[in-house]
């Protein structure tokens, strides 16, 4: 199977294309395993031959698609496979902040259809045990004939901006100085707009204008698909709302905080493409 132009590699389906050439996500917990032969470097998709220590580790696996031509499955291990020479263990989160698209998108699909696997072992409507398809991802009921499929989240997450002024607040959950843009879930309903000017005037009291939609990006906690804005304030006035936002301020292009979330994340891009402009402009 030919990969589009576009996706750096990274070809999602169910289905293999029994190439000669293949590549294994490892998966532990909620961890990833990356391999380095050579001590340094080390590399999210490890080939089948890298990958074949892992095999008595192993509990489950599940077809991505193709990776660079060739077919990648997911294998979710014990955490015994973490003893195993030559394979590093690395937080999710730190992965993604420092992946490209191609592997940020790789990572998030193999966490993501393994957490939603391990969440919906039965059926929603009747209780029976589900059983894996072998054509797609989906989860079967027989008993009701119903079909489960992967679940994401739509959210929105929005720079709002003020002329060289840019809006970051901090979650009440998240430590001091750890500031970032508001975002939140779509509720049932409503569309991305209706929910970009709820959630700014449910969380900070601030009315938003010329909306822009930038991009987007899957976020694998534990499903969600993040839906990029920047948006205009129509005023400066905040008013936090205590309970999910902490605290939040405006500032200026040229003296932001010290910690931000790095661009490969969609908060940072939004906040990368709201300083790039705002040089252009402000200089």
Known sequence: MLVPSGL??????????????????AVVGSDVLLFSDDGANPRLAISSDEADVLRFFCERRLCLGQWHGGDCEVWDLLPEATACEGFV????????????????????RATQLLDWQRKHQFCGQCGSPNKISATEHSLICDNCNLNHYPRISPCVIVAVTLGDKCLLARHANWPEGRLSTLAGFI?????????????????????????????????????????????????????????????????????????????????????????????????
């Not at 490209?100 to 790789?106: G, I, M, V």
């Not at 006035?237 to 979330?261: K, M, Q």
Request: charged share 25%; proline share 4%; no cysteine.
């Open 8 to 25: 750096g590699g990274f070809y999602a389906g169910s289905t293999k294309n029994n190439t000669e050439k293949k590549w294994v996500i």
């Open 89 to 108: 263990r690395s937080e999710l989160r730190s992965l993604l902040a420092h992946s490209n698209d191609a592997e940020f998108s790789l990572a998030s």
């Open 187 to 283: 509720e049932a309903g409503e569309s991305a707009e209706q929910a970009l000017h709820r959630e700014v005037f449910e969380e900070v009291g601030v009315e938003i204008d010329n909306i822009r939609y930038i991009g987007s990006q899957a976020w694998p906690y534990p499903g969600q698909l993040m839906l990029g804005y920047i948006a205009e304030a129509k005023s400066e006035t905040i008013n936090v709302d205590g309970i999910e936002i902490a605290e939040a301020d405006w500032f200026r292009y040229d003296n932001l905080p010290s910690i931000l979330a790095p661009p490969t994340i969609m908060a940072g891009r939004l906040i990368k493409q709201f300083i790039d402009e705002a040089v252009e402009l402000y200089g």
